[in-house]
């Protein structure tokens, strides 16, 4: 990774791995205080969360993980359910963490479905799980076709993820910006777990209905896999628990903590602070 503000903040963590299929699941750390675990989203790594890390890492104890077969860390022993990638996650989780603490969870897309599972899993381990445009509800979604770009290379490879960010990740054309798209070189490069497959389905419900923890949503409004039906993503999981915590960010499409980090920094900062 040549991006020089990446590179530094990769620098500042303290890197933990546990055991992972064949290899090692890759935890990143930084900052002190109450565990906050943040899963990004699918062919992605703890670069999703680029923007919001050193925010929270003023007053919490960030640990950003690399989902089984994603990023750094090795393929789960299993690929045919989110649930092989949580139980590497769930089983590494108390080396992060100190006897008797548990952890705030945000996961992305299917992050959210991995943060499901493993709060499922781990019970004991979870204070909250927050779902960031969240998949794998059950719910209608539009057919959204992305640019193959595995065989490109330089300028056109460049392009291709590029117009990929416009299509799924980020509503406003002029914030896929240098960073957003070396973040997805990197990402795409290193994901080897396909988890497309899921999202039409509904595992992240059947967990959301087995929590034992608190549950917050949030949003991008124009989240190109959910909308113009945002809300009916939110009142789902009101159905499921009535003390849901939600907000939607306006104009932000499905990448929200990279198009709208204020906003979206702002909205976790407060559910996490009503759960304590």
């Not at 929270?56 to 640990?63: D, L, S």
């Not at 054309?173 to 039409?200: M, Y």
């Amino acid at each position: 990774m040549t991006n020089r503000e990446i590179a530094a903040l990769d620098a500042a963590a303290t890197r933990v791995e546990t055991p992972c299929g064949e290899g090692t699941a890759v935890w990143r750390v930084w900052g002190e205080g109450e565990p906050l675990l943040l899963l990004h989203g699918g062919s992605g790594s703890w670069l999703h969360w680029f923007r919001n890390i050193p925010h929270f890492a003023r007053a919490f104890r960030v640990i950003a993980a690399d989902t089984p077969g994603l990023g750094e860390s090795a393929m789960p022993p299993e690929q045919d359910h989110p649930a092989a990638c949580a139980r590497p996650l769930a089983a590494g989780l108390p080396s992060l963490l100190r006897p008797g603490e548990r952890a705030h969870v945000v996961g992305f897309s299917f992050g959210a479905n991995v943060g499901g599972q493993l709060s499922v899993l781990a019970p004991d381990r979870v204070r909250s799980l927050t779902l960031v445009g969240a998949a794998s509800l059950g719910l209608p979604r539009p057919p959204i076709e992305l640019l193959k770009v595995r065989k490109l290379e330089g300028a056109e490879r460049r392009a291709a993820n590029a117009e990929n960010l416009r299509r799924l990740m980020i509503h406003d054309p002029a914030k896929v910006d240098g960073t957003a798209l070396d973040i997805q070189e990197w990402n795409t490069r290193h994901a080897r777990f396909k988890s497309r497959g899921f999202a039409h389905g509904q595992t992240l419900r059947e967990a959301v209905e087995r929590l034992s923890c608190p549950l917050n949503g949030i949003w991008g409004g124009r989240d190109a896999v959910a909308w113009p039906r945002v809300q009916e993503r939110l009142d789902l999981l009101r159905e499921v628990q009535p003390g849901l915590m939600e907000q939607i960010i306006p104009e932000a499409g499905h990448w929200v903590a990279y198009e709208e980090p204020e906003a979206f920094n702002a909205a976790l900062e407060r559910m996490l602070a009503a759960r304590g």
